[in-house]
């Protein structure tokens, strides 16, 4: 067993920590939120809930999640794609690394000054200090760097192993940072060209409606960059895990590639409910997210293939007699495991808030906060808790013990139980009317307010088990860096025998990109162009 | 590419339901009018609205037999007009535009749930049919005092 | 042309139609409460 290169493992390491860091304060400030809305504390004086809001938001959805990412891809590009970083591969992911952390701490400052209280989408014409819009610059430009490393590394492999397939690690890598490279064209373009100037003073009006398009068309493939990592953990290095094998390579990268092509040209669906935007494109871009949904249920299949051929391999029978063989006690299977489970609820809610008109049920309730909490917060962050648990020991050179296993399944099922308060309170409640993004009220006691009261506290005690469940990973975190040293293998997954060969058309990077590039254009340009004609502009306003 | 059977026939009936739910939304909204708000587009200049017909005269009028529209403004923090009422079986055509920053604009208990954005102007039309008394909210963070930021419409 | 075995993957079918039946119930359950409100 060949062990990780020791200086790449810092470089991932440093990844990892930062996450984790970023996830303790961010889970603080959401405890502190929930315990707010369910009447169960008033903040002092100095701390305003949107402030905390705000930094929740940005800490966990943009810090923690990328922070994680790039580590996690850094770590399988080393090891994949050629077993060590090349020296410019290396010296892009700490430039990228010292960029974004550069970036994240003027932004958490300037949010706990009070500056910048406009939450992680801070939506036009509210006007944060340009220092805000300068640290998420640095943080997007940041991971650009990161991304270039991954893609030269790749090319580098790709012209020294010519005609072979591609590891699917590094192949999987590639596509998510692709995604992540063209989604975040749309930000910079709206931070760098529109807001920095503005809120410097330098331009006296902004665009809002433009600038709210350009965020989505953002904002849509980020949820897709934080679950295409997750799922190169179920695809890849599941398999490995249970003793099994990955059901099918080419079936895998088509999927990724569907994503590719699918979860950018549809930013509309998170604008559904405003003016500005005709319903024939709003339609539209309905259409192509329905389009996204089908890698999904591909992944679905393949996932459930994966079980059952393994089981049936290890001698099981009947329908589900796979679920008996698989390891539920490791927790580098049973995490990522909750995560995809709950990817169901978590997806079909997904379905049914970007079904256009229907859109208006759930728009800016707690219901769409309880959404995102089973995506991102529970099938992603239990993957990525659940991949921690081998890849700090690889990267280290220590090894997981059973104590630490056995801590690993409380704190996933802590997750669990909290998540399943939290979100399924949230759900109900926003159903019931109750609105997103609003710090403690009854609207003057108004009966349908005084209704969604024991939900919210609901809420508070689920965001309470999340708080100690939070403190428990990174306990755990902490105590794997301090595992007893020892050799943990990479867990990388052979494909089954009876998986065909990988047609090269998947291979084809300036075909794909090309069609993905296409259907931006065709989803955007006349909406776009409409908006340039004859949207107006506004001034800028601090509201808190 | 080679597809287990029974994949093929899964993805069939995942992408057959995909297809009925686009069906279903995409006849109600482009055959029966149920689409998402704001289908006109006017816009208005933000800085102007208290100048600006019909904003300057913000109001609940009646403009049939039990049709009634309501020219609103949502401000921080909070809407003008406030209180409205109106029989029931009334239908209101909402016209709502912003004096500042981006609001929301959602009647609890029905599906009138708009973005209001400044420089634009968001229309949806209803029809009351039960009585009561409808709690309005910005549903769209707007500063330190959103989470005041509301109404009634009385429906008798 | 020769045609392999296809391994049995009755199990992994049942659970994906449950999953679809679960997306299908969710989606109506709100598209019902979207027309009741309308």
Known sequence: MKSFDRSDGKLVLAHILFAFAALLIGGLAGMLQGAVRGGTLTLPANIGYYELLTAHGVLMGLIFTTYFIIGFLYSGVSHTLGGKLLPAVKKLGWIGYIVMSVGTIIGVIVILLGKASVLYTFYAPMKASPWFYIALALVVIGSWLSGFGIFYQYWKWKKTNSGKLSPLFGYMSVVTMLLWQIATIGVAVEVVVQLIPWSFGWVEQVNVVLSRTLFWYFGHPLVYFWLLPAYICWYVVIPKIIGGRIFSDSLARLSFMLFLLFSIPVGFHHQLMEPGISSFWKFLQVVLTFMVIVPSLMTAFSMFATFELNGRAKGTKGLFGWVKVLPWKDVRFFAPFMGMLIFIPAGAGGIINASNQMNAVVHNTLWVTGHFHLTVATSVALTFFGITYWLIPTVMGRVLTPRMNRLGIIQTILWCIGMFFMSGSMHTVGLLGSPRRTAYTTYNDHPDAILWMPYHVAMAIGGFILLAAVLLIVYNVIALMRAPKGETEYPIGEVSDASEPTPRFLERWGMWIGIAVALILFAYTIPLIDMLNTTVTSPGYVTW | MHLHRLEKIWLSIGIGMLAVFLIVIGTMAFSMGIKPPSEHHHTIDPTKVSETAPFDQPGLRQTGDNRYEAVMVAYAFGFEPEKMEVPVGATIDFTVTSSDVVHGFYVVGTNINLMVVPGEISHLSHTFDKPGEYLILCNEYCGTGHEYMATTIVVK | ?38
């Open chain 3, 1 to 38: 042309m020769h045609k392999k075995d296809e391994p049995s993957l009755k199990g992994t079918f049942v659970s994906v139609l449950l999953l679809g039946a679960f997306i299908l119930v969710s989606w109506l359950g709100i598209f019902f409460l979207f027309m009741a409100r309308n």
